[in-house]
């Protein structure tokens, strides 16, 4: 009468002549034959810290060598790690000029007409320049005054002079 020691339990258990010659009866139980099957191994997540597994596949296939227990857990990192320039939608700012402003905490409020309404009001460079997104560069404008900014350099000076 054979009998073998389980592979992952060690517990030892009964086992058929005929089933030990064809290889088979390595373990006492299907749990420990189901536990037999992970590979893998047990990692932290790198948000919150909680074990989570992970096979094989996904240890080989990770780029950042990061895990994470949830999609809301790589998210908070995601929105952390891929801002501004590390964006694949960044295109050197020309289009943060309000969030810029808003992020600098410059109220809302045209600079000439003092109109609040935030559907009409742009972002406006001092001086001319797109690409110098410094804080102290952009003004608030309701579209009407960006117009007459644009179209009057009297206008164009004094917006100038005001803000220096």
Sequence with gaps: MPYIACTICSKEFYIKPSHQRKGWGKYCSVSCRSKS?????LVSCFICGKKVYRSPKALAHSKSNKYFC????????????YVNEKNYNWKNGEHAYRNILKRAGKNPICFICKITDERVLVAHHKNHVRTDNQASNLVWLCRNCHYLVHQDKQLDKIVMEALV
């Excluded at 099957?37 to 191994?41: I, L, V």
């Design 37 to 41: 099957q992970f590979k893998g191994r």
């Design 70 to 81: 949830t999609k809301s857990c790589q998210t908070l990192w995601r929105n952390q790690e």
